[in-house]
């Protein structure tokens, strides 16, 4: 069976870095594309971008291009989200999800994280 | 982006009842649509791909028809666990976008 293990919560200062991270297991890591989605506080989901694991191949919804990376660790069957400097408006949950299909750049999320906190905050 | 607009944001129903619920996109995206659930504090479930195919382990009291620009999710007979947000999901192109959500509560 296969599980997205995510970072825990984290609280950090406006301007601060960040890096979260989704283990993934239970299956080949790099079989499937992995997108991040972001949900803010009583607010829907927002697609933020997704990316191959077999190539480092991504996409970037054009809201995010620029305010976030995405990355890879073979090694280690985990995928990252990373911002340089952070926003107090980045306070949002933020899931990491499998694609359904293997290989499809866009598809269904059938796996879910279950999700990492950010909160940014003076 | 291709927008995607739900209705209604909001519905009440009761433990048996029929419920629908649309999605409207802006553009023509084929079948390439989906729609999850969502409780509160949890992450989203898959719940119907490609518009009308169940998801391995959704109760089959879930379906989901359309084309083109419109679709329809529907619950064929409302259950107690099935209290949550549901979201429409488009895949026909990048950004991938969600509608807004639809908010099912009991009255």
């Known amino acids: 069976e296969v599980h997205l293990v995510q970072s825990g919560a984290e609280l950090k200062k406006p301007g601060e870095s960040l890096k979260i991270s989704c283990d993934v297991s239970?299956?080949?890591?790099?079989?499937?594309?992995i997108a991040w989605v972001r949900q803010k506080p009583g607010k829907g989901l927002e697609w933020m971008g997704a990316?191959?694991?077999?190539?480092?191949?991504?996409k970037y919804s054009p809201s995010f291009r620029g305010q976030v990376s995405l990355s890879v660790d073979t090694a280690v069957s985990a995928v990252y989200l990373q911002w340089v400097s952070l926003k107090a408006s980045d306070t949002a949950i933020y899931f990491c999800?499998?694609?359904?299909?293997?290989?499809?750049?866009?598809?269904?999320?059938?796996?879910w994280g279950l999700g990492t906190m950010v909160s940014v905050s003076s | 982006d291709i927008q995607m607009t739900q209705s209604p944001s909001s519905l009440s129903a009761s433990v048996g009842d029929r419920v629908t619920i649309t999605c409207q996109a802006s553009?023509?995206?084929?079948?390439?649509l989906n729609w999850y659930q969502q409780k509160v504090g949890k992450a989203p479930k898959l719940l119907i791909y490609g518009t009308s195919n169940l998801e391995a382990g959704a109760p089959s009291r879930f379906s989901g028809s359309g084309s083109g620009t419109d679709f329809t999710f529907t619950i064929s007979s409302l259950q107690p666990e099935d209290v949550a947000t549901y979201y429409c999901?488009?895949?026909?192109?990048?950004?991938?976008?969600f509608g807004q959500g639809t908010r099912l509560d009991f009255k």
């Open positions: 990316i191959d694991p077999s190539d480092s191949d991504t």
């Open positions: 553009q023509d995206i084929s079948t390439y």
């Open positions: 999800a499998r694609h359904r299909s293997s290989r499809l750049p866009v598809d269904a999320f059938n796996i």
């Open positions: 239970g299956d080949i890591f790099t079989s499937h594309w």
């Open positions: 999901q488009q895949y026909d192109d990048v950004p991938i976008t």
